[in-house]
C-alpha cells in the first residue's frame, strides 16, 4: 500500500488533456514539493516534473504539474502516443523521514 | 553521470544481498547529492530503502520498515556506494535501482529530486 494515491489508470485520445491526482497528507504533499515521473516497460523511471511544477530541461511544454494542500496533479494536454507509459508521483515525508511514493497510473492513448 | 550496478541476480532465503553502485561523472562525496537505493515490485511498487550522503560528515537514512536490515555505505576510493540487506525471503523479490538525488537551489528556494537512476538489477529470492 503506497502512502501517496494515484489513480491506478488514465486514458485519453491524442490531442485530449489528462491529468492524473496524487494524494498525500500534511506530512508529505502538504508539506514539500512534488516530483513527477514516467516509466515505460523495463526501464527506470525518468524525471518529468520537480518541484512541483519545474521542467527539466527537455521534457516539453505540455507536461504541467501542480498543488493545492495535500493533493498534486499531473496534466498532460495535446497527448500522444508516446505518453503512453505509467506515471509516478513522489515526495519526502516529514514524518517517516524518507521518499514516499504513489502507486502509479497506467496512462493509455486510445 | 552514470550508476552502473553490480550484484547477482539470484538469492536463497535467509542470505544476504550485496549490491554496488558505480558513480561516473559525479563523486559520492558530493555535498549537493545523496545517493539511494529503491526497490520496485508488483505488490509493493516502489519502495524507497535508504541513502547515504556528505555535508561534512557521512550520514545515512533508512526506511522506517527496512532499518533493522538494511545498510548503505559509501567507498570513496572507488567512487561507489552499495547497499546490504540481511535476511531475504521472498518478498524481497524486486527490481533495485540505485539512485542520485539531486539539490537544486535558486535563491532562496531547494528542489531535491530523483534525477539519475541506475538500469536496475532484478533480484529473485529463492531456493
Known sequence: QS??????SASGTPGQRVTISCSGSNSNIGSNTVNWYHQLPG????LLIYGTNQRPSGVPE???GSKSGTSASLAIRGLQSEDEADY???????SLHGWVFGGGTKLTVL | VQLQQSGPGLVKPSQTLSLTCAISGDS???NSAAWNWIRQSPAKGLEWLGRTYYRSKWYNDYAVSAKSRVTINPDTSKNQFSLQLI???PEDTAVYYCVRVQTNCSGPRCFYY????GKGTTV???S
Open chain 1, 3 to 8: 502512502v501517496l494515491t494515484q489513480p491506478p
Open chain 1, 43 to 46: 526501464t527506470a523511471p525518468q
Open chain 1, 62 to 64: 505540455r507536461f504541467s
Open chain 1, 88 to 94: 509516478y508521483c513522489a515526495t519526502w515525508d516529514d
Open chain 2, 28 to 30: 559520492v562525496s558530493s
Open chain 2, 87 to 89: 535476511s531475504m525471503t
Open chain 2, 114 to 117: 530523483m534525477d539519475v537512476w
Open chain 2, 124 to 126: 529473485t529470492v529463492s
